[in-house]
């Protein structure tokens, strides 16, 4: 059963796997070594000389990292829910400083079995090839001395949850949560605009030591970690780690160069048009969230029930199987979806591999940027959902690549769908689309702006603070539109980056977002001519999960892997059409 091809349409039916362990009992303790330990040793004792017993040992081993993976997954998705939950964050560092190092060296024993053994090399080379492929990758990058190292490294990070999320904001004698004061900047007073964004400004730079000391260590730790393994700095080390087979540091820089001559001067042009409706003699940081007119603030929801409802309808009137992913996820509690205090900042979807149903957390504030996030991490759970029919958890592990495509082109396809969910007015929906559009524009260079610095960042391990700073503002400004001014900003310049937690908790996990754009505009270009058929390939797509390269899933989605600057100029130029028929209003 386990090694049948599946048909395309078994593995794009909507189901909800049931948990049933045949190796583990259901009531293991999964942060018990005592209970643990045997475990491992059942699976690195076996005797696997026949091809049955070896497919036997196969599904056993995968029941248990599956089991194992799900139960990690909910301390973290704990954590991120109630940072000032003690037990949660002790229950963090407990699995990840105590049982984390004892079982490493002890999955890289079992995948040493795996591929040492004669019956890997035959299986079928299509579904397993990339997953042996990442196997091998990961074995040779495997070092002992970096088994503490890394779950230092894991444990450090988490730490700037447990800052970023006790942030608040001052304001008129009442403390905010930062995306409660954000929502201040809308205000039409520009006076009034200038104070809250001080006060916001004021917040960061109280944590901004804190959060510099544990850059600091985390740099120190990455570098070494990367000396350990071979590598002369942590970018080629995490390049190999993160198994960049289909690109390189090179092609990175290519990318940045073609987002810098195509993108920017786009963004310039939207610039000087909010310029001229303000009246303003330039744009301040405080202005980024007015537009000059006199609409108010597009309000997509009133609280995270009637949320949940108009993201369910909008998912529907796209395609019936997305609605049915993300109502099982609600009937099932499995979203958290509003802002409050305590909760960590972001957004995720959290794939569950042993029940098959994803977690989404995101902190929703009534904004109409709350509904791209919801429909980007629906995006990632309906691909949670597709690949439940892949039997191994080693296939499903997907690339940025390939899974922010699946969220990005979700975002595209629900659009015109906002209106009559979310948004009641032609007009309302006019100045949603144009947000949504504007925005995919303006992120690219934030995108090639963050991996740039991380480019410095990790072939400049031994940096002082200050080369640090004066590195982000070089960077920052040369993917900044020119119409924006930065004097009398004081110190502000060099704390922008402290805000992108991806530098802190998944470094160069980021440069995905903008090929994952760049494929999503290709996928709804090609849905604007045929929805049917681009949904059914976007199916098929994912429903492949990582069992080939990221160059053939995209070309099973029906578009390129591609970031050369003919490419992004040609889907740059799709946009920039897509947005000259929309009426001239600009988004709140």
């Known amino acids: 059963m386990y090694f049948r091809k599946r048909s395309k349409e078994e593995m794009i039916t909507f189901r909800v796997p049931v948990v049933e362990r045949s190796f583990l009992s259901s009531d293991i303790v999964l942060n018990d070594w005592e209970q643990l330990e045997p475990i491992f040793k059942d699976l690195l004792n076996r005797n696997i000389d026949q091809e049955e017993s070896f497919h036997q040992w196969m599904r056993d081993d995968n029941e248990f990292q599956c089991a194992l993976q799900e139960y990690i997954r909910w301390i973290m998705i704990h954590s991120s829910c109630d940072t000032e939950n003690k037990e949660h964050q002790e229950a963090q560092a407990y699995f990840f400083k105590e049982l984390k190092p004892k079982m490493d060296p002890l999955f890289q024993e079992l995948s040493e079995k795996f591929l040492a053994s004669p019956f890997t090399e035959k299986l079928d080379e299509q579904q397993f090839g990339m997953m042996i492929k990442r196997l091998r990758n990961k074995q040779s990058l495997f070092r002992e001395e970096n088994i503490d190292l890394i779950a230092e490294e894991t444990v450090l990070s988490r730490k700037y949850h447990e800052i970023s999320g006790r942030m608040t904001v001052r304001w008129e004698k009442e ?165 409050r205090k305590g909760k960590a900042p972001g957004g995720y979807n959290m794939s569950l591999p042993e029940s098959g149903v994803p977690f989404v957390f995101m902190n929703a504030n009534n904004h109409i940027r709350n509904v791209k996030t919801m429909v980007h991490e629906a995006g990632h759970a309906v691909h949670s959902f597709l690949v439940n029919s892949i039997p191994f958890e080693g296939q499903r592990s997907l690339t940025s690549e390939i899974a922010e495509l699946a969220a990005m082109s979700m975002e595209l396809f629900t659009l015109e769908n906002w209106k009559d969910t979310f948004f009641e007015t032609e007009d309302e929906m006019q100045r949603a689309k144009k947000y949504q ?90 849905y604007l001519n045929a929805p049917e058929k681009t949904i059914e390939e976007y199916k098929t797509a994912l429903s492949l999960g990582y069992t080939v390269p990221i160059k053939e899933i995209y070309e099973a989605a029906g578009i390129k892997f591609d970031f050369s600057e003919s490419y992004i100029k040609e889907l740059s130029d799709f946009l920039g059409n897509q947005l000259s028929t929309i009426s001239e209003l600009e988004p709140a």
């Open 175 to 339: 403390d905010l949560s930062m995306h409660e004061a954000m929502l201040l900047l809308q205000n039409s007073d520009r006076g009034y605009r200038k104070e809250v964004w001080t006060a916001i400004q004021a917040s960061w730079r109280k944590s901004r030591e804190e959060l510099e000391d544990l850059f600091d260590k985390l740099i120190s730790l990455r570098h070494q970690i990367a000396l350990n393994a071979g590598f002369e700095n942590f970018r080629d080390y995490k390049f190999a780690d993160l198994g960049r087979f289909d690109y390189s540091a090179e092609d990175c820089f290519e990318m940045h160069h073609a987002i810098e001559k195509q993108i920017l001067p786009l963004i310039d042009q939207f610039k000087k048009d909010k310029l001229e409706r303000l009246g303003y003699d330039t744009l301040k940081p405080w202005d980024s969230m007015v537009d000059g007119t006199d609409h108010e603030p597009l309000r997509p929801f009133e609280d995270e029930k009637d949320f949940i409802k108009k993201s369910i309808d909008c998912l529907r009137r796209t395609d019936d199987y997305f609605a049915k992913c993300l109502e099982t996820m609600a009937n099932m509690d499995r979203l958290d979806l509003v802002a």
């Open 437 to 526: 559009l504007k925005n995919i524009l303006e992120m690219l260079p934030w995108i090639a702006t963050i991996d740039a610095f991380q480019h410095w960042l990790y072939t400049n391990p031994t940096h002082s603070r200050s080369e640090r700073a004066e590195a982000w503002k070089k960077v920052n400004l040369r993917f900044s539109s020119s119409v924006f001014d930065w004097e009398g900003t004081g110190d502000f310049q060099e704390m922008i980056w402290l805000r992108q937690l991806h530098l802190f908790l998944v470094p160069f996990y980021y440069i995905e977002y903008g090929m994952a754009q760049l494929g999503a505009v290709a996928m709804w270009r090609n």
